[in-house]
Nanobody, 122 residues
Framework: QVQLVESGGGLVQAGGSLRLSCAAS????????MGWFRQAPGKEREFIAA????????WYGDSVKGRFTISRDNVKNTVSLQMNNLQPEDTAVYYC???????????????WGQGTQVTVSS
């Protein structure tokens, strides 16, 4: 059973930073890509970022380009999301995801974490 466990969420003021981490129960080097999504109350799930393996190709959602950075560590089996210049509209539950099937779509995944809350105060 694959498990993805997110951590690092919390409350931060606008303009601040947080770093989310996702720990995987299996070797992340075996997965084609890993990504982050978020969902705010009353809104649809939104793609945030993804990173491929091998190669480390990255994709970002338009709303976070230039502010968020995704990275993966295949030795520690983790994927991280550095979030800078956070704004109240970034408030959401953030989910880690992994793709073991090799979908060419950067937003298709078959494993999901339980999520971590990020709240940005104005």
């Amino acid at each position: 059973q694959v498990q993805l466990v997110e951590s690092g969420g919390g409350l931060v003021q606008a303009g601040g930073s947080l770093r989310l981490s996702c720990a995987a129960s299996q070797r992340t080097s075996n997965w084609y890509k890993m990504g982050w999504f978020r969902q705010a109350p009353g809104k649809e799930r939104e793609f945030i970022a993804a990173v491929s393996s091998p190669g480390g190709v990255t994709w970002y959602g338009d709303s976070v380009k230039g502010r968020f950075t995704i990275s993966r560590d295949n030795v520690k089996n983790t994927v991280s999301l550095q979030m800078n210049n956070l704004q109240p509209e970034d408030t959401a539950v953030y989910y880690c995801a992994a793709d073991s099937r090799g979908s060419v779509d950067s937003q298709t995944y078959n494993y999901w974490g339980q999520g971590t809350q990020v709240t940005v105060s104005s």
